[in-house]
């Protein structure tokens, strides 16, 4: 009996912990949020609650936080209720909204403190339990806590209602969650927990990693809370390197602090690369005998700014030796959560794409940062500057509520070793009237004052790490440890000429990109934001412009680090490493030096040239191309530069060119100049392709790769043809007994269609050769046979033409906001479909066209500045005419080939990309390349037009 009732109460039992352990996991983000400050007795309150919107703010008149009010809503916290994951997805403008769940304290905290804690809510909070008001806090990022253990004692039950409001007033912090940027933030975006301490408890931690003269430390300070009366703290770390302390303290009024250092041997140090994390435990323990036990961790890190070996302007320096930054600008935004990360993994996840990416460093834009996003930073290894969220307007009300929030986030991040710097502002904004804040700025002496109070504040606040008082776009700073400037260009020779003024005016005492009087120290100078595609650029390729300005960058060793806008799409704003949904976008690096990707540009070694990211020649010509090594990592050794030319000529036929390699004799935080490549262009060819440029290691691995398209096209007369208009054909004779007819894409004799909107041809006299139309259709080209290549016996007829489908807005990530200028980068989602090809009337076999495609591969598009990066696919086809004799005799008597490209109705009626000689991947235009069974009596007759290639 004793035996099944044993069994009964075990089944019974593991039942319970099924079940509790199926809620643990249906608990959205279900981790610690503070892995940094951290307690054993938490109990998480994410999960769904009651929800009601309150339009008329008739809640407080009411009552609502009574048990009789009705909400007819349920929400899902920790997620705004705009997102999707909310469960509500509410994108209307609503400013209040209240929440209520019941909540059940765990008997065994009998004899501890129950607090409730609010990792944020934006605007304004205001709570009760069981009906009776606890407290509000004001600031929509910060985290905020209160003690219901009167109301809600350990073992009982209780409701918890939340009143949350938010303004969206432009002198309240916002950050970019406002109207004219993305989507607001509304209610509560953290998670929400319970927690358990004793009378006497942690309440603050400051860890400041120090190095003395090779002799490392973590200087250590601690506020404990309490009654009056003693305190024991006790700091150790299972890592046996780390010193213990033990000590006593008296607390008065209720407050306490503790400071010590505990001395490290053997350190590890952290820096992205290897980013050591030593845990931490402080024991407080009361005069009543509790004991409060916290986890946290700390990095031995140091982050100055210091002259290196002498030169005239300062490094930023990581453990004290220089560091190259490669950042992207990071708003953390994301489309299911919007303010708030889905889940743990999904934090986790994108510190880890940039680090594949290359990238050491992000800056996080004007948000304060969850704290798991931030110990994932710190555990991966990306070091974090962190903005603070902005206001758009100046006033005394909007100073109040930004310093509140200021001196909030410092205090609870500045643990974190990934954070190197604090950013006060950006671009001004909040610094006066949004439409003229620079000039505001400029003008008002009393806001300048103000911002250099709170530059030296903070700076006294936290010495341990670099600030910066404004990231500019209008070249305004006042006093700042890092002397950053924005820029967006989107034209080579404007970006070369831009970044070499800020190198050159960048001199101790020059007054340039500073205002109120100030001038240049010797500041380090970087780049906190750029890209060729700014905000408002399109939804387009950014694989162009981001090599081509990273070389510009890296070619100037003062210049020491760069923030690439952005690590992922946001919204409407397209200019990410990766898509707003985290999924990867195609680049087309691997076309011209196999297997590279971004992260080859931006690694802490960088091969680069100066000179266009295309060199546009003839053939024959001999081009230089001067080439440079950034070596920035702690790698030694002699690498030596691989470099070769390869492309694809006017009728699809490889060419390749192979070079002699140079070794390279590197300094580490240098930049080295390399003997200049040079190349002689074959005398008889067209084509596109690239000089690629592969530093490789002693083992022959790669360190870093790049490349130099090369365009090698006719001269204009000679592709045009005599006058001012382009020949209608041009032929051109391959060997004996093979020629080549071409047309221009625009040369079509009819076309037709059904898909929405109508076929587009680009103008021509712009050099924009491109043809296409959406849905199904056809289009028709007419080649003329010369009398010469008929008499020849025509034996085979292959057609050669660069295609692609055509999309609309099936490709876009954000319909709800189109440009002149959208043309999605390659990614993922593809968007293919088949047409078919007939020669007067003779199919071939179908096409399947895998895209509409944008990227690196689209060099003269990108270079015609239409249509940016877009490209088609080498299609070919072939119809022999053996056994075809009335194809060979309607031929002669009718000498015009009828080339029929069709797009049928139906699923895969996807439109049709026809590219020429100017725009997308190829130098092709539209051609028919006919073979004969005998030598063709070339030059054809007078009265035709020729041309030998």
């Not at 890190?301 to 992207?328: D, F, H, M």
Request: aromatic share 10%.
């Amino acid at each position: 009996m004793w035996r099944a009732h044993s069994v009964v109460a075990l089944l019974a039992t593991l039942h319970l912990m099924a079940v509790s352990c199926a809620r643990e996991t249906a608990i959205p983000k279900p981790e610690h949020p503070r892995p940094d400050f951290q307690r054993d007795d938490w109990l998480n309150l994410n999960g769904t609650w009651d929800f009601r919107f309150d339009p008329l703010d008739r809640g407080l008149r009411e009552e609502w936080y009574r048990q009789r009010a009705v909400f007819d809503r349920k929400i899902v916290v920790p997620f705004c209720w705009e997102s999707k994951l909310s469960g509500i997805g509410e994108l209307s403008p609503q400013q209040i909204g209240w929440y209520r769940r019941e909540i059940r304290i765990p008997r065994a905290w009998q004899g501890k403190r129950v607090w409730l804690r609010f990792g944020a809510v934006d605007w304004e909070a205001r709570v009760w339990v069981n009906g009776r008001y606890v407290g509000q806090h004001e600031g929509g990022y910060t985290p905020f806590e209160f003690d219901i253990t009167e109301l809600a004692p350990p073992g009982s039950k209780a409701e918890l209602v939340v009143r949350a409001y938010d303004p969206t007033d432009r002198e309240l912090p916002t950050g970019k969650q406002i109207a004219s940027w993305y989507t607001f933030t509304s209610g509560i975006w953290q998670t929400v927990w319970l927690e358990a301490r004793p009378e006497t408890y942690l309440d603050q931690l400051v860890l400041v990693p120090q190095n003395r003269g090779g002799q490392w430390s973590l200087r250590f300070e601690a506020t404990v809370r309490g009654p009056d009366g003693r305190a024991r703290v006790q700091v150790s770390s299972p890592d046996p390197s780390v010193a213990k302390a033990d000590g006593v303290i008296e607390l008065r009024n209720g407050e306490g602090r503790y400071s010590t250092e505990l001395a490290v041997s053997s350190p590890k140090l952290w820096t992205p690369e290897t980013p050591h994390l030593y845990d931490l435990e402080i024991r407080v323990t009361g005069a009543n005998g509790q004991t409060d036990r916290v986890r946290s961790y700390f990095g031995l890190r140091t982050i100055e700014r210091a002259r290196w070996e002498g030169r005239p302007y300062e490094s930023i320096l990581l453990n004290g030796k220089p560091v190259y930054l490669r950042g992207a600008l990071d708003q953390s935004f994301n489309p299911e959560g919007i303010y708030t990360a889905p889940s743990d993994e999904f934090m986790r996840r994108d510190i880890e794409l940039a680090k594949s990416m290359g990238l050491n460093m992000l800056r996080i834009h004007i948000k304060a940062e969850e704290p798991r996003r931030l110990y994932w930073a710190d555990k991966l290894g990306i070091l974090i500057m962190q903005d603070m969220p902005n206001t758009w307007e100046f006033s005394e009300r909007a100073q109040r509520a930004w310093e509140q929030t200021m001196r909030a986030i410092i205090a609870r991040d500045r643990n974190h070793p990934a954070i190197f710097a604090w950013v006060l502002f950006n671009e001004t904004w909040g610094l006066g009237d949004y439409y003229r804040g620079f000039q505001d700025y400029r003008e008002r002496a009393e806001v300048q004052d103000w911002v250099r109070r709170l530059w030296h504040e903070v700076k006294q606040m936290d010495p341990s790490r670099l600030v910066e008082d404004n990231s500019p776009n209008k070249m305004d700073h006042l006093v700042t440890d890092i002397n950053s400037w924005h820029f967006y260009i989107d034209d080579y020779d404007r970006a070369r000429k831009h970044i070499e003024e800020v190198v050159r005016s960048t001199q101790p005492g020059s007054t340039f990109n500073f205002i109120g009087g100030a001038r240049q120290e010797t500041q380090p100078l970087m780049n906190s934001e750029f890209g060729a595609v700014s905000a408002a650029g399109g939804d387009r390729d950014i694989s162009w412009g981001l090599r081509y300005l990273t070389s510009l960058l890296r070619r100037h060793e003062k210049i020491q680090g760069f923030i690439y806008t952005e690590l992922t799409d946001v919204e409407f704003e397209h200019n990410g490493l990766f898509n707003y949904d985290r999924s990867p976008k195609e680049f087309g690096y691997e076309e011209f030096v196999p297997k590279m990707t971004p992260a080859d540009l931006l690694g802490a070694d960088y091969v680069g040239f100066d000179c266009p990211p295309a060199l546009v020649v003839k053939p024959g010509d001999v081009i230089e191309i001067p080439v440079f090594v950034s070596h920035f990592s702690e790698r030694g050794g002699r690498p030596i530069l691989r470099t070769w030319l390869a492309g694809v000529d006017d009728l699809g036929r490889e060419v390749r060119i192979e070079h002699d390699g140079q070794y390279v004799d590197w300094k580490p935080y240098s930049v080295v100049q390399l003997k200049p490549l040079r190349f002689e262009l074959p005398k008889d060819r067209v084509f596109v392709g690239a000089v690629a440029l592969e530093l490789l290691d002693e083992k022959e691995q790669r360190i870093a790769a790049n490349f130099v398209n090369v365009v090698v096209q006719q001269a204009e007369a000679e592709r045009m043809g005599v006058g001012p208009r382009r020949s209608p054909q041009r032929e051109r004779l391959i060997d004996g007994r093979r020629v080549a007819i071409s047309v221009s894409p625009l040369a079509f004799s009819a076309v037709r269609w059904t898909g929405p909107g109508g076929p587009l041809r680009l103008n021509p006299t712009g050099g924009r050769e491109k043809f296409f139309f959406h849905g199904a259709g056809f289009v028709e080209y007419r080649f003329r046979i010369p009398k010469a290549v008929l008499e020849a016996n025509p034996v085979r007829v292959g057609v050669l033409m660069e295609l692609a489908t055509k999309a609309r807005d099936e490709r876009m990530d954000w319909p709800q906001e189109l440009t002149l200028l959208d043309r999605p980068q390659t990614d993922t989602r593809k968007f293919p479909g088949t047409v078919e090809i007939y020669l007067n009337g003779h199919p071939l076999e179908p096409v399947q066209l895998p895209d509409d495609p944008a990227d690196a591969r689209g060099v003269l598009s990108h270079l015609a500045a239409y249509h940016h990066g877009s490209y088609g696919y080498l299609v070919r086809g072939e119809l022999k005419l053996d056994g075809l004799p009335d194809f060979a005799a309607r031929l002669r008597e009718i000498p015009v080939l009828r080339v029929t490209l069709q797009v049928p109705a139906g699923p895969r009626a996807r439109g049709l990309s026809i590219y020429g000689d100017t725009m997308g991947r190829y130098p092709i235009d539209p051609t028919v390349i006919i073979e004969t069974q005998r030598e063709i009596a070339w030059p054809i007759a007078e009265g035709e037009s020729a041309q030998r290639r």
